[in-house]
């Protein structure tokens, strides 16, 4: 299975429309999605007993550097908004995985993935790096 958030968490924002979905946004250029609702609980190895690790749902992708901060989710649909030192603004529709992401079901068992979801926009133009961002309204 693909490994956790690299590095620390520094943002974290529900998608309103399923406040069972969570995007968590690291040092790295990519962004999770994690279903809490499916997500296994954590269990520990039999042999070492460290903690296992959940495997992301989806991870969102398309930045070209480090994504640090910015971050937003949308209230009137289920979009997701990143800046980063990469000077780009993307944007991802939860709706593209919404059968295996936002669909209600059971996930059991080690055999989960992460989905790989490339952002629909990419927006260029920025000459610094864009530190915050917001959908305004909703």
């Not at 520094?10 to 790295?28: L, W």
């Not at 949308?74 to 908004?81: F, G, H, I, M, T």
């Not at 939860?94 to 990419?122: C, F, I, N, P, Y």
């Amino acid at each position: 299975p693909p490994p956790p958030n690299p590095v620390q968490v520094n943002k974290i924002r529900e998608v309103s429309q399923h406040p069972e979905v969570v995007v968590t946004h690291t040092d790295a250029p990519e962004l999770y999605v994690w279903n809490t609702a499916t997500q296994p609980n954590a269990t520990r190895d039999k042999d070492t007993k460290k903690w296992l690790p959940n495997s992301a749902d989806v991870k969102l992708v398309g930045h070209e550097k480090d994504a640090l901060f910015p971050l937003a989710t949308c209230n009137a649909a289920p979009l997701v908004a990143s800046g980063g030192t990469d000077k780009l603004l993307l944007l991802w529709d939860l709706r593209d995985v919404e059968d295996g992401l936002l669909a209600k079901h059971d996930k059991q068992g080690d055999s989960r993935s992460t989905t790989e979801l490339q952002s629909r926009q990419k927006l260029r133009g920025h000459k610094k790096t864009v530190e915050d961002l917001v959908f305004q309204p909703g």
